[in-house]
């Protein structure tokens, strides 16, 4: 089993910045492709962005340029940098990780961006 802890998130004001963090722990070895994902109040969960082992990145369009994905293998880490954010960046983080083929998703994290 894989365990993954989200911390970070946080009230901030438009145009802040904010920097999330998930934790991996447990069976961690050979941990694939790691990610971001989001939800807001009555949306769906949205990919933010995701990063693989060897550091390819793929970002969704509305966070191009303001956030940056990264990862630190050697902690079983990974990191999302949000800069300029908006209101619209308001929603719960979720951080997910895939191990022998199967997804493990964290708790979450309340991100707010008030106006």
């Known amino acids: 089993q894989v365990q993954l802890v989200e911390s970070g998130g946080g009230l901030v004001q438009a145009g802040g910045s904010l920097r999330l963090s998930c934790a991996a722990s447990?069976?961690?070895?050979?941990?694939?492709?790691m990610g971001w994902y989001r939800q807001a109040p009555g949306k769906q969960r949205e990919l933010v962005a995701v990063i693989s082992t060897g550091g390819s990145t793929n970002y969704a369009t509305s966070v191009k340029g303001r956030f940056t994905i990264s990862r630190d293998n050697a902690k079983n880490t990974v990191y999302l940098q949000m800069n300029s954010l908006k209101p619209d960046d308001t929603a719960v983080y979720y951080c997910?990780?895939?191990?022998?083929?199967?997804?493990?998703w964290g708790q979450g994290t309340q991100v707010t961006v008030s106006s």
């Open positions: 447990g069976s961690i070895f050979s941990i694939d492709a």
């Open positions: 997910d990780a895939v191990h022998l083929g199967q997804v493990h």
